[in-house]
């Protein structure tokens, strides 16, 4: 079946450093575009990037360009997000998803909180 497992999320000071890993199995990954999400408490869980099958092309909200890079290694079924000068506002717990066959699936997610 389908598991995406996240992981290095941890507690860092502002403008800080995290990076973040996804590793991927049950599904053919390098045919798959993928995707990162956050969800703070209280709030709508929010696209943070995606990345083509093959990573040449990724996309970003606003809010994180510049900032933040996804990128994968399809030869160990792992995504990753690159996050970089962090804000207190990132704080959320982060996901990767992909979209097979019009189901959603998602990870358990690892937590991110930007504090001083």
């Known amino acids: 079946q389908v598991q995406l497992v996240e992981s290095g999320g941890g507690l860092v000071q502002p403008g800080g450093s995290l990076r973040l890993s996804c590793a991927a199995s049950?599904?053919?990954?390098?045919?798959?575009?993928m995707y990162w999400y956050r969800q703070a408490p209280g709030k709508r869980r929010e696209w943070v990037a995606g990345i083509s099958e093959i990573g040449d092309t990724t996309n970003y909200p606003d809010s994180v360009k510049g900032r933040f890079t996804i990128s994968r290694n399809n030869a160990k079924n792992t995504l990753y997000l690159q996050m970089n000068r962090l804000k207190l506002e990132d704080s959320a717990l982060y996901y990767c998803?992909?979209?097979?066959?019009?189901?959603?699936?998602w990870g358990q997610g690892t937590q991110v909180t930007v504090s001083s």
């Open positions: 049950g599904f053919s990954f390098s045919r798959s575009q």
């Open positions: 998803n992909v979209l097979l066959a019009g189901d959603d699936y």
